[in-house]
Each structure stands twice: as structure tokens, then as C-alpha cells.
């Protein structure tokens, strides 16, 4: 069974700092996905990462992939509070089932 | 496009009561999955269909849920009868099948927020 572990799970932090959300995932898989969730909303996409050394940024947001590792991050630099929200990582099994395996969500605080 | 539409977006009822909770996938896109979301377990994946054939329910907590999708802009997930513990967010999301240019990636609806009293 894929396991997917994210850490920390709750993660209260000062704007202008820096700091990493860890995604860990216990089977064989290319892909991997980030997504954002503001309380009481949909997820939003933020990144897909499809193969070993894949790095994506998007302004403050900087994610990559390491597949030997079967470990992902997602870099928040410089944090400011629109930032808050839940991050996700999703896993998508290589050749296996068609669903995405979700880790418990980082829920990110960012205080002025 | 109008991304995935789902209805209700707030349904309170009371345990026993019937529950259809409503889906329009991303016009073009062959697969179909529902979430459940709670604060204790996370993202559930209950069932996915692919070209509106159910393909794996194993998710599916129990007989009381189940799921159609009768063509390919249309799904619904039934819970009967239900029950306080049935109360989450359950979330539908659509997608392209993998391989060529595309992604994979998961587009999710606003979601229905369920409470059973």
C-alpha cells in the first residue's frame, strides 16, 4: 500500500522567512503533485513534477523531486501571508492505479 | 471551460436520509474520481470511473455508498440511508488519461460539504 507521508504537519512561521515542507512516499512513482487549499475551498494545482530532478518554481514556491529518494519539497522562500494555506502532496503510482494517494496536508501559518 | 461543477455545495440532513451529491467533469476529460475529505483521515479516493465505467471502488466505505456515472458529463455519488460519521467534504475531480503531453494532474470541484445530524 502507498504511503505517503508529509511533514510538518502544522507549520507556524514569521513573513520574510524561509522554509521547507517534506513529502515522502514509500513506492516506486515519476509523478508527483503539489496542491494548495484554502479554508473551506476546491485544491488548486500548484505543481506537477514528472520525472527524477524535476524542479518547478512559482514566485515565493519552489518544489523538485528526487524519485531515487522518493522524497519531494516544497521551498517556501521569503514567506509572505497570502502564502497561508494547506499544502498538499499527491502521489500518482508508476503503471499502478489511476488515483492519487494524498499525504495529510501541511496546514502553513504565516504571521506578520 | 467551466472547470468541475458539483452540487450540492452545502447539504444538511438527518441520519437515515438518502444523499446524491452531484457531478460535471471537465468536458473532454475520461477520468472521474470522488474524494472524501475529513480532518481525521484526510483525502479519501472513494471510487474513480474511466470513460464512465467504474474502475476501481475499493474505496467505497460501505453498501450504503455507491456510484454512477451514466454518461461522460454526468456522476453522482449516492449515500443510503446515511449516517452522522458520513459527514466530510467530498470532492469529485476530473482528468485527461496519462501518457503524450499529459500531466495527469487532477482538476477538483468546490466540493460538497455534507452533515449528517
Known amino acids: 500500500e502507498l504511503k505517503v507521508e508529509q511533514n510538518p504537519l502544522f507549520l507556524s512561521m514569521q513573513e520574510g522567512k524561509n522554509y521547507t515542507i517534506y513529502c515522502n512516499y514509500s513506492?516506486?512513482?515519476?509523478?508527483l503533485y503539489w496542491y494548495r487549499q484554502d479554508p473551506g475551498k476546491s485544491l488548486e494545482s500548484l505543481f506537477v513534477?514528472?520525472?527524477?530532478?524535476a524542479v518547478k518554481q512559482e514566485g515565493r514556491l519552489m518544489a523538485s523531486l528526487d524519485t531515487k529518494a522518493r522524497l519531494s519539497t516544497l521551498h517556501i522562500t521569503a514567506a509572505v501571508h497570502d502564502l497561508s494555506a494547506t499544502y498538499f502532496c499527491a502521489v500518482d503510482i508508476s503503471g499502478g492505479a489511476d488515483g492519487l494517494t494524498f499525504g495529510k496536508g501541511t496546514h502553513l501559518i504565516i504571521q506578520p | 471551460d467551466a472547470g468541475v461543477i458539483q452540487s450540492p455545495r452545502h447539504e444538511v440532513t438527518e441520519m437515515g436520509q438518502e444523499v446524491t451529491l452531484r457531478c460535471k467533469p471537465i468536458s473532454g476529460h475520461d477520468y472521474l474520481f470522488w474524494y472524501r475529505q475529513t480532518m481525521m483521515r484526510g483525502l479519501e479516493l472513494l471510487i474513480y470511473f474511466n470513460n464512465n465505467v467504474p474502475i476501481d471502488d475499493s474505496g467505497m466505505p460501505e453498501d450504503r455508498f455507491s456510484a454512477k456515472m451514466p454518461n461522460a458529463s454526468f456522476s453522482t455519488l449516492k449515500i443510503q440511508p446515511s449516517e452522522p460519521r458520513d459527514s466530510a467534504v467530498y470532492f469529485c475531480?476530473?482528468?485527461?488519461?496519462?501518457?503524450?503531453?499529459?500531466?495527469?494532474?487532477?482538476?477538483f470541484g468546490e466540493g460538497s460539504r455534507l452533515t449528517v445530524l
Open positions: 475531480a476530473s482528468r485527461l488519461g496519462r501518457g503524450g503531453w499529459n500531466t495527469g494532474e487532477l482538476f
Open positions: 513534477l514528472l520525472s527524477n530532478g
Open positions: 513506492t516506486t512513482s515519476d509523478r
